[in-house]
């Protein structure tokens, strides 16, 4: 039978060596650059270069693409175990070049890209020379992408694209973005848009602002506000067929909310290190924190919460390597997204109640942290909406029941129960008439 909660040896190994290397060397990093994703930075580079070479060495890059990608291939279930150590840092998805979204970008562009777009965007951005941007919600309308109004229309051997885009994060330092647009207005809603590969600096991109995020300490912001107008590309440039604009978005979008879960439970176990730590060593009245019963509720309560996360995401992680097919188990990730941001925020809040106003402080990351966890429920669809699909999913193959009352209720089991065992009961009642009473 396999059931099984134990990692082989081998892999364990590994991971062992990832998370030395991420608190030995990775963490530090994270206290003295601006944004792991700016390849244009010089002192970004100098510090993430050299230990993206390491993470080479050790044949640990860009683990979750295919062999001909120059990955490992790692299944998802591998790829969770080593996501939850680099999900305690900034930079570590960046040092092991498997970061959203680039991560997903070049899923699609692996897909549907041709032999130009992925000698030109594809192999620099698996060799982590360049990042790229997914464009796709707009200011009007991010959680129903039905009511986008970005346009692409063919002219010639041209599309042109016009129209606004909202929280493109990373347009600021990124050579290329992946873009949707309306090119079949006539068409049923989830076949009217399409997908576009589009260099950054084409004329005609304009970065209306740079929107910054509570929480994200940058001098400028990265979630870019840009507006497409008159935009030419090549009619190559389209990815995928006309129409087919969210069946690719869903090439990256499964994989992406799974990653970022996984990177996740690396977080909210980092806060909730740091929290047992200062329990047990900071003393009031003649006691430890730990000591407490109140704090002991908020150790145990985190504790409990980021196991039963932390098995919800492997087993989503197993069930995507099980079918093959994110599609599959889109209830299952639609669970994960929906229960990330609740995990990190209760932790993160816990942490810093723990930490008295240390924790509160600029001095520690959890309020950082707290915040993150809004942009979890937002990125790559907001919670409310991952709910509604996954009851959705949960109730399509349960059938109605018909009458006043469900067939359930306690007289009709007692009614249908007399009936499948009446002879029995009957011989038995012969047997010793007042035998029940
Ligand atoms: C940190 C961060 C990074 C992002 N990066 C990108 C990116 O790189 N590229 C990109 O294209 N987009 C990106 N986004 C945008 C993200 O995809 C959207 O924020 C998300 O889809 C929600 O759209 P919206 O912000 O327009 O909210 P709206 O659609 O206006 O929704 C607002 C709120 O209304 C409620 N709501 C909406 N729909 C429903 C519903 N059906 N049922 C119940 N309640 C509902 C929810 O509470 C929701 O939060 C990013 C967002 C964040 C926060």
Excluded at 76 to 90: D, F, S, W
Excluded at 167 to 181: D, G, K, N, R
Aim: aromatic fraction near 8%; proline fraction near 5%; charged fraction near 25%.
């Amino acid at each position: 039978m396999a059931w099984d909660f134990e990692t082989d040896p081998e892999v364990q190994r590994e991971l062992d060596w990832v998370e030395e290397f991420v608190r030995d060397e990775v963490e530090p990093v994270d206290q003295v650059i601006e944004h792991a994703w700016n390849t244009r930075d010089p002192r970004r580079n100098a510090l993430i270069k050299p230990l993206q070479e390491r993470v080479r060495e050790r044949e640990l890059w860009a683990c979750h693409l295919g062999p001909e990608l120059g990955g490992k291939g790692y299944g998802q279930l591998r790829l969770a175990l080593l996501n939850e150590k680099l999900g305690r840092t900034h930079s570590g998805p960046v040092v092991f070049g498997c970061q959203a979204p680039d991560s997903g970008n070049a899923e699609i562009l692996a897909h549907y890209g041709s032999d130009f777009q992925k000698k030109t965007y594809l192999e620099p951005l698996i060799e982590g020379d360049i990042v790229s941007s997914f464009s796709m919600t707009e200011p009007h309308g991010g959680s129903d992408p039905t009511g986008f109004r970005t346009t692409a229309v063919l002219d010639g051997d041209s599309w042109v694209i016009n129209g606004e885009k909202w929280f493109s994060s990373h347009a600021l330092f990124a050579e290329f973005l992946i873009v949707m647009a309306v090119t079949e207005p006539d068409a049923a809603p989830h076949e009217r848009m399409s997908m576009f590969v589009v260099p950054a600096d084409a004329p005609g991109v304009e970065r209306v602002r740079d929107v910054s995020v509570w929480g994200h300490e940058e001098p400028v912001g990265t979630h870019q506000y840009l507006r497409y107008t008159d935009v030419r590309v090549p009619a190559e440039n389209l990815l995928g067929r006309r129409g087919e604009g969210f069946a690719v978005a869903q090439t990256r979008l499964g994989g992406g909310r799974i990653h970022h879960a996984m990177r996740t439970v690396g977080l909210v176990q980092r806060a909730f290190e740091l929290m047992k730590r200062r329990a047990v060593s900071r003393t009031t009245k003649g006691a430890r924190l730990a000591d407490k019963q109140l704090v002991q509720e908020m150790i145990a309560d985190s504790w409990i919460q980021i196991e039963q996360f932390r098995l919800l995401v492997l087993r989503t992680a197993w069930k995507i390597d099980k079918h093959d097919d994110y599609r599959a188990v889109r209830a299952d990730i639609a669970a994960v997204k929906a229960a990330m941001p609740k995990v990190l925020l209760d932790v993160s809040s816990r942490a810093i109640q723990i930490h008295g106003s240390l924790g509160i402080s600029k001095e520690l990351p959890f309020g950082k942290w707290v915040m993150e966890s809004f942009h979890m429920g937002l990125a790559d669809g907001a919670t409310e909406v991952h709910k509604t699909n996954l009851a959705k999913a949960l109730v399509r193959s349960t059938t109605p029941d018909d009458g006043l009352f469900p067939p359930y209720i306690g007289p009709e089991l007692t009614r249908e129960a007399l009936g499948r065992y009446s002879e029995l009961l009957a011989e038995a009642d012969e047997v010793d008439p007042g035998g029940a009473a």
